[in-house]
């Protein structure tokens, strides 16, 4: 008898929300790539984990490629994959942009052979050639999460600050620092000075002169903001190699396997970041939904993906033409969570 | 027949055979490969690098060398950036563009030819600061709106199915084809490469020659650099970094001395095919990132040592002999 009644309940509440998100169904063959900005970073590795278990989860019996270029040769590099996967003529392609506009004539013909074209992690600015991208948190957030961690780190009285970032043409990290500027003028962050915006390529060694380079620049400088996971971790072991933990404080996106030892130290008091994997998961989802045709790159589409939930295709406030999906949300991480999260 | 045999057993035949090898791979595995949009792809997608490449073999067969070509290509982008996006029209932006890869060029001239410096150091100067200069002009920005026509140049087949970078490269190989090999102008450039003393000595200008061809550098490069550009309808200051190693790669694998005074743009012209084509199938067999720059590495460690493994050997033969 429960039992029935619990599939009236359901049933009621389907026919109540007719507008409901419908499962992403499996079992179709589709060549797909996932194109991170470079191999051998960490956080990519972990997407394309998550999307290997959304592929196994839709029995795609495509393998999925992951494909990227080297570091030095990143820009060349993505457009050479984005080429060679049109030549294939793959189902659809899953870019991690790191090559602000100059990826837009080879994802456009991409895109006008029929490959859908979604974008993770970072988008195409312009959004030209790009169906949709799956974004890792609001990109207006993130300037207030960090925001917000600066003045937990400065306590009231604030200071001077300043960011490291990854490359000048990295289209997150660049609307991720915009969003941080305007969060400052909130008269709560008065007293936190941004003294400088530098550029590490998310290279370790560059990232971690560039750190030494802003201490001997701004000798009153007490922290330095790095959203990118290559940059935070060379930033903080540039402080500890230099004794200097105790002076300049470090924070900004990092992954906690990498950040454990130096939260754990002080170094690195609080950091955030969201799953890399989920976000290489959702990609997959959200890629194979276009491809198959059951989900279509306009605004207000609803869909189901897996483990994740329902998500829905909005038009994108951060780009005038874009869509995007939001998955979200933040992490913050600190001494009390952060080996936790390491397990 | 044996002087078949005798040109497979040249440095030109093993490219040859290389390649045929290297397209059966690609035939075999990729049905797409045969493809008229993946060949032209194939060249597309490196075809600045083989531009430059032909102006960098006439120098090192002189004896000389241009590590700055990568950084002026990155100059006359951000030249056109810049004078673009302050209001210049696009033809004037882009005369200008080429006018400062000639003015880069006929300054590393100056110091080689004329001073005496060594063109390793002088270029060396050169690849750093034309970058620099590259960098203070568009900083850490990225220009991008450029006309439809410009844009076209690099990224729509203007011509049958090829585009106008391609084309340029097939003019310029010719040019340098016939200058290098029918010209007198070509034997000069061999003669001061094989011993540039001699040849001062007999009365040849080997300053001019030297002037010219770092001249003819600077401007082939800031033209690749502005076809780059166009086919990426985006420039920043990082644009073509690290482009002169590839570009000696295809040099030297073509079978030029690094020491100068010997090779030809027919063993240039393999290697470009060589490399292009296992890019290509590497590409398409999904094989990226540093196992691919790992098997190119390993294709020019084989290309250098190979020939002098060979020449010791013969030595060491006809040392018993006799």
Redesign the interface.
Known sequence: MKKYLLAGVAAAALALTPLVASAVDGGKGVKMVLLPK???IAVFDQAHKGAEEAAAELKNSEKL?F????P??S???Q???V??AT???VGAIMISNN????I??AAKAAHDKGIKVVTWDSPIP?AEGEDVFVAQVDFKETGKVMADMALDILGADGGEFAVLSA???AANQNSWIASMKDALKDPKYAKLKLDDIV?GNDQSEKSYSQANALVDKYPNMKLIMAPTTVGIAAAAKAMQDAKLCDKVKISGLGLPAEMVSYTMNGCAPEFALWSFVDLGYLSYYTAYALATGQVKAEDGAKFHAGRMGDFTITKDPTRDKGLRILMGPFSKYNKTNVEAATK | MSALVSRLKSWEGLLFVLLVVIIGFCIDN?P?YL?V??IV?LFQ?EVEKIIVALTMTLLIINGEIDLSVASVMGLSACVVAWMFHHGVSMPVSVLVALASGAVAGMFNGFWVAYVGLPSLAVTLAGLIGYRGAARILVE???Y?GYPQWF?AI??HPQIGPLTVSIVVFVILFAVVAITLHWSGFGRLVYVIGNNMQAARFSGVRVKLVKMSLFTASGVVSALAGLLYAA????V???MA??FELDVITMVLLGGVSIFGGSGNLAGVGLSILVILNL??GM??A?I???TQ?SVIGALLIISVLAPNMVQTIRNKWKGRLT
Not at chain 2, 231 to 234: N, P, Q, V
């Open positions: 470079f191999l051998g490629q494909l990227g270029p080297t030095e040769n820009v060349a590099g457009i050479e994959i080429t060679n030549t294939q003529g090559s602000g506009d100059q837009v004539p312009t490359s000048p043409d550029y | 990729s797409v493809g949009g993946n792809n997608l850490d920005r990225s991008g844009n690099g990224q086919r990426l309808g985006a920043r200051g990082d970094q690290g890019r290509n590409g398409l999904n990226t990132g540093n720059t």
